[in-house]
């Protein structure tokens, strides 16, 4: 019984809560989970929040991410998302305070998903380069640096391009 129920913690990690399950564009469909728990974090709009559920998200995530590779046999499979939830609160780290019922909150939200998912599947250097990492590390890390891609123009375009 506890083998199954490690199982199906991992899986449900590693899935993104599922999402990856999806049948089509799991990676999205990742991001799109990580979008949720975004909101939900804004329930309690703490840093500590925050970078705390992103510091959980990646030290459960690498191990999560490495046991389904092991498990599937297979090199980064598609429905392991767990990366792209962590990439998008990345990509969401240098958030503007813009209250959650705003025009300005769902522009930039908007522009951090398109741009997370843009790095996340051109991969440009060193992006590509990193998914060599073994394991969950390279399932993850190629995630975070495309989150912190996507993080600068979408600063830059709240800093200066979207009212308040």
Do not use: N
């Not at 969401?92 to 741009?115: A, D, E, I, N, Q």
């Not at 998912?117 to 998914?131: C, E, G, H, M, T």
Request: charge should be positive; proline fraction near 8%.
């Amino acid at each position: 019984m506890k083998k199954r129920i490690g199982s199906f913690l991992v899986r449900f990690i590693a899935t993104g809560f599922f999402s990856g399950l999806s049948p089509a564009a799991p990676g999205t469909a990742g991001t799109l989970a990580g979008a949720v728990l975004f909101l939900l974090c804004l329930l309690f709009p703490t840093v500590l929040i925050f970078y705390g559920l992103l510091a959980i998200l990646v030290a459960v995530g690498i191990p999560a991410a490495t046991a389904m590779e092991r498990s599937l046999g297979k090199k980064d499979p598609p429905q392991v998302v767990i990366d792209e939830v962590a990439g998008f609160f990345v990509a969401m780290s240098l958030f503007p305070v813009f209250p959650v019922w705003s025009k300005s909150f769902w522009v930039y939200s908007g522009l951090g998903f398109v741009l997370f998912r843009f790095f996340d599947i051109l991969k440009p250097f060193p992006i590509r380069q990193v998914q060599v990492l073994p394991g969950g590390w390279g399932i993850m890390v190629d995630d975070l640096i495309a989150g912190v891609f996507a993080a600068v123009p979408a600063w830059l375009a709240a800093r200066y391009l979207i009212p308040v």
